[in-house]
């Protein structure tokens, strides 16, 4: 009897886990579905253009990126431009707000940052191959829009929740926790403005919140996908 | 009914499902609570709990305002609960597990204004997430104990009900980790379980106290057949009274304890006819009276925790009207503030590091306090907004600031707005005792009122600190007067005579200089309501807390001062008509209003002279639901406003001043709102908690509502009129522009300094102007943005657009792009911001995917900050001629670096008296461009190099910073700057003109 019941339990458990794994699956297949994730996958590179908007002042940036891993980010301001590069293994930033000329190298926390942000398809495409790990977090109303709620863990114990509209499977909202110099980062954004560019869902406004706070907002007024980008755009940039 | 009858009602039932569909708590979108705090005095912890291991992290439970985590040993604090009951009883983490936490809510420390709570929670990520585990009817729970071997085996001390029997209460215990629960231990109805203990070496031995106890409006007992300590030594399943040593007769609280060091030592603090403190060496077998110092019995039903430290076992802490210790196995208990000591009173909860066990957490009426000497000196945690506000008002001041009295921290007053944000040393103590009405004078800004416990009311010159006491007294022939802990000092709506209430009313039209009484008593003047002197129990309490048959609430109409309502805490709702010549008793006409509840609020309606709101409060009497009444004719005739949206016993209702349809209601459980004269209640859950919301209070120039929170201080709602403009109207549009309150430019002010971060501060609201619209629906596909025109229709800037269901508030940065300078390796500060838009109004238009709608954007100069015209005007020209020459600077230094790199690239091809002459002409291009910016890098350092366009800005920067007339000097300045970059346009005028071209041909 007392096997039966162990049985049944191991029973239970397999099914409820199947219950939601089934519906994990189920939700990513539709929102990798909504995103246009299968014309994503072809994508080589990408440039995006726009303006960030922080406490009122302006600054137009560029950002491109580059399969397997690389990425670009530049931003200028009274003639002065911020540059960010990621070549897969090292990164530097050139900041010359700070009054700096030389280019710096990234500590190991911005490092793991850049790579994060350096999956074009976006850390939940192939998680498991990528050694994430991935729960269905439930349904919640968020600002009175019902999502599923996605958690994603990295070996490094970041954690990345995200919001998905479950009426168009989109993505509307994530939050990032991320381990910098010890201590945790947490910050918000939010979605908004999708557009079609070649097949793929691409937000045309991404707010940023800490601790409820608006801290920033990136629009992007231009998508380019395929275009040349030479390998040396994300490598160390030249002292200016 | 015929059938066209039954399609009619089938119509207005289908509109009225429709009405209520529309309404939910994302439709108020980004209007959110603004929480001010303060934490300058903090509020009642009741609980906390530290990680053994780590100290550093440490979780607090408020009486009224939640839990609280610190990972930084109370430096900072993050509010981790707050979509739960605010009332916390118990924390427990589990130490195995340290994500793993266990909240028990409904705080034990039982004193009259104790909130409840709604169960058992449990957190297994670190606070991110809670899930309630069980025991809904609980309504307070003391204690929770973790197996140490098995985290699935939770063991709960469920206090139960205050005001009433309840058989959810007694010992609980889980053994599948909060699945499912059995009673272990249960007495009777009147009976819980006020503490528990284990053995730490041997789970299956437990130990629990059982309390007889119950709290009236107008009594409390401690103490009764029921009460009496147990144990198991078997994990809960059989239990054994162990009371042998203990007194005979009747007992009452008992804190129970087991040594952690030595835990066959177990000690047992006993409320009885003489309190003291017990000691078992024998696991309970036997036990030997310790202490019964006075301070043993120091009210129970407030502090009822023994503390053995975890590594001196002859150290013994007792937290109490202040914290005594032992360090004899509790023979003789001595202050341990030696040198310091200067913490606020009544500690309820304490916490020793076993690690070092000179670091104590002490929880008290006022805050969390920390020590580093075993309970010597202590230094107060700044960062805990948990203040416990009974009443709030305002003044006209701009920024307004807000008044209002805590839970036994007096009274206090603070600004609504503080350039840098509202520190703690910008609150003012204004008031003490527990404080409740406070108020500044509308008329006078150096006078204050603050009344304190039971009908004590001081008016104060806060010039020179004098206060005249205007507590009414009885005349001759004339009963006692009584009076409510919270008494009702109200001013009058309409005629600003100031109100107070005993048993009769009293009226003061000189602010108190002299008063009139304009009742007969008004309550029931039930003699068995007025036993004050006998209400305890064991143990005799007599503070005024349990003042009964008392007038509790009292309100003046706005639109006729011979009109006043006043509610008693004893259930009677009575009216003068004629200023108080005669008074009617209303209570009949009202249906299922219960007996002998206390009226907590009444609200005359501010635009019908016979209509009134009123909110009842039966708690007291074991009966949790909320009542709401309305007339309109004089309380002939009364509604009940309580739906099914409505949860917690209610405090307080009010009219919305502006608009007549809206109306507000705080409860125990939160903030509530109705647009439709009191039929759908929606809560209001934007950044306002589940705290007791105790008072309502709104600012006619800001237009902002300001809510005292028991719990989680004040907490503001910035400009309601979008609020105020909802209607239906705007609710079934897919985009409906709202209005704003007006706009003024805000004066610009910094300042220098550095707190550090262990100091709330409360934040400001935002300078920025506003667009407000509603959306049906979140947008998610498409473009949508906002842009800006001038009054002549130019078009000026794109802003993004907010995209959220509901109210959506869109900041704008309402200026002009900053000016182009020219290149430098450094940043030009000066120069970052573009000129502020001037006052006027602007066209907005908001683009959702192919849809436009239009609305006006107004800003207006603040009156304070308005200089003459002639003044304004030069100023203008002035910053915008500065603005333009930083412009063209950019452009000449623009001119000069392309004919430089011109000349290089070409002088590579270039021999002879033409390359002299080429690399002359890039010498000059470089002294030029050294004349406009600055060139040296400030690589870690500071350049401090000073040229034309650092000279220009900085004279364009101190021009905007001030709207009046510029200095002479500046205005001269400019016309020098001018002057020299005129002087290098000409210069590279001729080099890309003349002599470039000759060069280059």
């Known amino acids: ?240 | 009914m015929n059938l066209k009858l039954l399609n009619i009602s089938i119509f207005f039932l289908s509109v009225t499902l429709v009405l209520h569909g529309q309404i939910t708590d994302a439709t108020f979108g980004d209007i959110e609570g603004r929480q001010i705090g303060p934490a300058r005095m903090s509020g009642r912890i009741s609980c906390i709990d530290a990680l053994n291991k780590n100290p550093n992290i440490l979780w607090v439970g408020a009486a009224g305002g939640g839990v609280w985590k610190s990972i930084n040993q109370g430096t900072t604090f993050k509010s981790v609960f707050d979509d739960y009951s605010q009332s916390i009883g118990t924390i427990t983490i589990d130490q195995n597990h340290p994500d793993t936490v266990w909240v028990g809510t409904g705080e034990v420390w039982v004193r009259n204004s104790v909130s409840i709570g709604t169960g058992i929670y449990r957190t297994v990520n670190g606070g991110e997430k809670w899930e309630l585990m069980g025991l809904p009817k609980s309504e307070r729970i003391g204690r929770i104990i973790i197996d140490p071997k098995d985290p699935s085996i939770v063991y709960v001390a469920v206090m139960g009900a205050l005001w009433g029997d309840s058989e959810e209460r007694g010992v609980y215990k889980t053994t599948d980790g909060g699945k499912t629960w059995n009673k272990l231990l249960y007495v009777n109805p009147s009976t819980g379980c006020a503490d528990m203990a284990i053995d730490p070496e041997n789970p299956s031995l437990l130990y629990a106290s059982m309390w007889d106890f119950r709290r009236q409006a107008h009594t409390f007992r401690s103490g009764g057949p029921g009460s009496g300590l147990y144990k198991s030594t078997d994990g809960g399943t059989t239990w054994n009274k162990i009371h042998n040593g203990l007194p005979a007769g009747e007992l009452g609280r008992i804190a129970v304890a087991v040594s952690p060091v030595k835990p066959h030592y177990l000690y047992a603090l006993v409320e009885s006819a003489k309190s003291a403190l017990f000691r078992s060496t024998d696991q309970g077998s036997s036990w030997e009276k310790m202490s019964d110092q006075t301070m043993m019995g120091d009210r129970p039903f407030y502090y009822s925790l023994i503390m053995p430290d975890p590594k001196d076992p002859e150290r013994i802490y007792k937290p109490g009207t202040t914290l005594w210790a032992s360090s004899n196995g509790g023979k003789i208990f001595q202050n341990p503030s030696v040198t310091g000591g200067n913490y606020h009173s009544d500690t309820h909860a304490l916490w020793v590091s076993p690690i070092d066990n000179r670091l104590i957490y002490m929880g008290t009426d006022g805050g969390v306090y920390i020590s580093a000497d075993k309970g010597n000196t202590w230094r107060f945690v700044q960062s805990l907004p948990v203040s416990q506000f009974y009443h709030v008002s305002l003044d006209n001041n701009n920024p307004y600031n807000v008044y209002g009295g805590l839970q036994d921290n007096g009274s206090w007053m603070g600004p609504s707005r503080k350039p840098g944000g509202i520190r703690n040393s910008d609150w003012k103590n204004i008031g003490y005792g527990d404080g409740f009405y406070t108020y500044g004078d509308l008329t006078d800004p150096d006078i204050t009122y603050s009344q304190y416990q039971g009908g004590r009311i001081n008016r104060t010159n806060q010039r020179t600190g004098e206060s005249k006491y205007l507590k009414p007294f009885p005349e001759s022939g004339t009963a006692s007067l009584r009076f409510n802990w919270n008494t009702p000092t109200v001013f009058g709506k309409k005629s600003g005579w100031l109100y107070v209430g005993s048993q009769f009313l009293f009226r003061s039209k000189d602010k108190g200089d002299s008063f009139e009484r304009i009742s007969p008593d008004l309550t029931t003047n039930d003699p068995k309501r007025q036993n004050q002197e006998k209400s305890g129990g064991l143990t005799i309490d007599n503070s005024t807390a349990e003042n009964n048959t008392t007038i509790f609430t009292i309100c003046e109409s706005p639109l006729d001062e011979n009109i006043i309502w006043a509610g008693t805490d004893d259930g009677n709702i009575q009216l003068t008509t004629d200023g108080g010549s005669t008074w009617s008793k209303l209570n009949a006409a009202i249906p299922a209003l219960p007996l002998f509840a206390f009226i907590s609020h009444i609200d005359a309606d501010n635009t019908n002279k016979n209509a009134a709101w009123v909110t009842v409060d039966a708690h007291r009497n074991g009966d949790m639901n909320p009542y709401v009444y309305y007339t309109d004719n004089l309380g002939k005739s009364w509604t009940s406003l309580v739906n099914t949206g409505i949860n917690g016993f209610c405090h307080v209702i009010k009219q919305d001043p502006v608009n007549p349809n809206l109306i507000f209601l705080g409860t125990e459980l939160g903030l509530y709102v109705s647009l439709d004269h009191g039929k759908v209640w929606v809560r209001f859950k934007n950044k306002v908690p589940q705290t007791g919301i105790y008072d309502i209070a709104f600012q006619p120039k800001q237009n902002d509502l300001v809510l005292a929170t028991h719990g989680r201080g004040v907490i503001i709602i910035d400009d309601l009129t979008p609020v105020r403009n909802l209607n239906q109207s705007v609710l079934e549009q897919e985009v409906a522009f709202l209005p704003v309150r007006p706009y003024y430019f805000p004066s610009g002010q910094g300042g220098q300094d550095f707190p550090g971060d262990a100091e709330f501060t409360g934040k400001n609201q935002s300078t920025a102007a506003t667009v407000c619209y509603y959306l049906k629906k979140r947008h998610v596909f498409g473009d949508m943005y906002i842009n800006i025109f001038d009054s002549d229709g130019k078009f000026l800037k794109k802003v993004p657009a907010g995209t959220r269901k509901g109210i959506n508030v869109v900041r704008v940065a309402t200026v002009m792009d900053p000016p182009k300078v020219p290149k430098s390796p450094n940043i030009l500060g000066e120069a970052t911001f573009g000129p502020s838009y001037i006052d006027g109004t602007y066209n907005i238009k908001l683009v959702k995917g192919t849809e436009t709608f239009t609305t006006n954007l107004t800003l207006n100069d603040a009156p304070e900050l308005k200089h003459p015209a002639e003044e304004r005007k030069l100023q203008r020209e002035t910053l915008m001629k500065a603005y333009n020459l930083l412009e063209e600077l950019a452009v000449v230094d623009h001119q000069i670096l392309n004919a430089r790199d011109t000349l290089k690239t070409r002088i590579l091809t270039t021999k002879g008296t033409s390359l002299k002459k080429m690399q002359a002409l890039i010498d000059y291009c470089e002294i030029m461009h050294g004349q406009i910016s600055a060139t040296q890098s400030g690589e870690g350092g500071i350049t401090g190099q000073v040229r034309l366009r650092e000279d220009i800005a900085e004279v364009y920067s101190a021009v905007g910073g001030y709207e009046g007339n510029p200095t002479n000097l500046q205005i001269k300045a400019l016309e020098n700057y001018g002057n020299k970059v005129k002087d290098l346009a000409a210069k590279i005028d001729v080099i890309t003109k003349k002599d470039i071209p000759s060069l280059i041909k």
């Open chain 1, 1 to 240: 009897m007392k096997n039966i019941s162990k049985l049944l339990s191991v029973l239970f458990l397999l099914s409820a886990n199947l219950v939601q794994s089934q519906s994990l699956d189920d939700i990513l297949k539709e929102h990798f579905s909504a995103m246009g994730q299968d014309k994503l996958s072809k994508v080589n590179t990408q440039r995006l253009t726009g303006k960030m908007i922080q406490g009122g002042i302006e600054i137009p940036f560029i950002q491109m990126g580059k399969r397997p891993d690389k990425v670009h980010v530049e931003g200028t301001f009274q003639a002065l431009t911020f540059v960010q590069t990621y070549n897969g293994k090292e990164g530097w930033s050139l900041n010359p707000f700070t009054g700096a000329t030389d280019p710096q190298p990234m500590s190991e926390d911005v490092l793991k940052s850049m790579k994060y942000q350096s999956d074009m398809d976006g850390m939940l495409w192939n998680w498991n191959e990528k050694g994430y790990s991935v729960t269905y977090d439930g349904k919640e109303d968020m600002e009175g829009t019902s999502c599923y709620k996605i958690k994603l863990v990295t070996k490094e114990g970041d954690s990345f929740t995200y919001y998905i509209d479950s009426d168009s499977y989109i993505m509307i909202r994530s939050n990032s926790k991320i381990k910098v110099m010890g201590n945790e980062s947490n910050s918000d954004q939010y979605y908004s403005n999708y557009m079609q560019v070649e097949g793929i869902a691409v937000p045309g406004k991404v707010e940023s919140k800490v601790n409820g706070q608006l801290a920033g907002t990136i629009v992007v007024d231009k998508v380019e996908l395929n275009t040349e980008l030479a390998d040396s755009l994300f490598d160390k940039p030249a002292k200016k």
